[in-house]
């Protein structure tokens, strides 16, 4: 079973500048999140998706941050413009459902570096 | 609002001493209670969980978790540490079936050979 993908690994970019994060979830996972994990601290939600709804993105900064998951598969994370706090790894997660008696299956992420 | 304490951000053990790891959760209903390990470079993966089943919750790579509600304790243990067991390692807790997972900081595991 494939797990969860995530393009790119790394991104280096200059603070105001774009970027963006893709994500594929196991297949026939309903569920998906995307986390912000700084360095030192644990993961922290950033947005929850059921299908092609958001459940939850209640700590997504929208002034900047934004995210879409229009087929209720693939999922997109986009930054714009970034800051220099925003460098962390960005994981991406999923499950069969929100009933979290089941697993989250999480990607390798995605480390971004804001200079 | 859910969360859980991680005490030591760092734990160092010596190749086959026992592992301990500990976490409080602050929940105002009865909780489900993870713990996930994550190795370098990579993402985390479930290592137990606690459901309101057994409070003795076994998991994977011998590691076991005790869910104590008079002490809101949920610490991590492994009789002997292996070298392959560095890694990080954290608490997480969900107030209900629904409700995304909140992570502590984290603990970093070193094992000393």
């Known amino acids: 079973e494939a797990g969860v993908a995530q393009s790119p690994r790394y991104k280096i970019i200059e603070k105001r500048q774009s970027v963006a994060f893709w994500c594929n979830p196991i297949s026939g996972h309903a569920t998906l999140y995307w986390y912000q994990q700084i360095l030192g601290q644990g993961p922290k939600l950033l947005i929850q998706?059921?299908?092609?709804?958001?459940?939850?993105d209640s700590q997504l900064p929208k002034d900047r941050f934004s995210a879409e998951r229009l087929k209720g598969v693939d999922s997109t994370l986009k930054i714009q413009p970034a800051k220099l706090e925003d460098s962390a790894v960005y994981l991406c997660a999923s499950s069969l459902s929100r009933a979290l008696t089941g697993e989250l299956f999480f990607g390798e992420g995605s480390r971004l570096t804001v200079l | 609002a859910q969360s859980v304490t991680q005490l030591g951000s760092h734990v160092s053990v010596s190749e086959g001493a026992l592992v301990l790891l500990r976490c409080n959760y602050s929940?105002?209903?009865?909780?489900?209670l993870f713990w996930y390990v994550q190795y370098p470079n990579q993402g985390l993966q479930l290592l137990l969980k606690?459901?309101?089943?057994?409070?003795l919750v076994k998991g994977i790579n011998g590691f076991e978790a005790e869910f104590k509600k008079s002490e809101t304790s949920f610490h991590l243990t492994k009789p002997s540490a292996h070298m392959s067991d560095a890694a990080e390692y954290f608490c997480a807790v969900s107030r209900s079936g629904n409700t995304p997972l909140v992570f502590g900081k984290g603990t970093r595991l070193s094992v000393i050979a």
């Open positions: 998706f059921q299908n092609n709804g958001v459940v939850d």
């Open positions: 606690y459901t309101s089943a057994a409070t």
């Open positions: 929940s105002s209903v009865p909780p489900y």
